[in-house]
């Protein structure tokens, strides 16, 4: 499938589509060169259930487990959300605006929605993702890179350090470096050092 046949309307063909209402359209003249990696699971820790799809279409019964009093009422969505068995779900069109950032700042700019394109991996903070996971997420980036002009990867708690900590340490960024062939100028300063490095600093 060529490039262009793969995206119609900022929606990827690979991916199953579950349309959210949570999105608006990004400010003028903003450049979409972002990617940003969320974790999400609901219940936190429990995978494979319909409650991650049914929070980003505001479906959640807010009653069907005591963690959900925490969160009752959000209205948010990721323009990507990837199973542990690698299954792709597209809740919002690139083109527009997703609400999965939040308060952050990055590469000097606030509000990171507005020229981002979120992707969520079904996860917990810290914890490990499955190859799968990291197969569907480097083919997704790499078509996203493709389709808009992107020149940062970077990870939640990256773009909103001390109010968000995922995808954690549990997120080999290493290895996702090595599937996408990318200089270390897409990625978030320092992320690469070793541990030696670190307690140098």
Same mark, same amino acid.
Request: net charge negative.
């Given at each position: ?11 990827? +063909? @690979?991916? !199953?589509? =579950? ?10 003249? $903003? ?41 009752r009422g959000m209205q948010v969505s990721a323009h990507f ?5 690698? +299954? @792709?779900? !597209?809740? =919002? ?10 308060? $952050? ?70 290895f996702f470096q090595a599937t996408l062939a990318w200089p ?18």
């Amino acid at each position: 499938m060529s490039t262009d046949a793969q995206w119609q309307q900022g929606w990827y +063909a @690979l991916a !199953q589509q =579950v349309t959210s209402p949570n999105f608006g359209p990004r400010p003028k003249g $903003s450049e979409v060169d972002l990617v940003v990696i969320h974790a999400i699971s609901l219940p936190p820790g429990e995978y494979g259930g319909p409650e991650v799809q049914a929070l980003f279409t505001n479906c959640l019964d807010w009653e069907a487990h005591p963690y959900f009093a925490q969160i009752r009422g959000m209205q948010v969505s990721a323009h990507f959300f990837i199973r542990r068995d690698g +299954a @792709l779900i !597209q809740f =919002v069109s690139c083109d527009d605006r997703a609400w999965h950032a939040g308060r $952050s700042h990055y590469r000097g700019r606030d509000n990171c929605n507005n020229d981002s394109v979120g992707i969520e991996l079904e996860g917990l903070d810290g914890q490990e993702f499955t190859p799968l996971q990291y197969e569907a997420l480097s083919r997704l980036t790499a078509a996203i890179a493709q389709h808009y002009p992107i020149a940062h990867i970077a990870g939640h708690e990256h773009i909103a350090p001390g109010r968000k900590q995922d995808p954690g340490a549990g997120f080999d960024w290493h290895f996702f470096q090595a599937t996408l062939a990318w200089p270390d100028r897409c990625f978030p300063e320092n992320i690469f050092l070793s541990k030696s490095d670190e307690k140098k600093l």
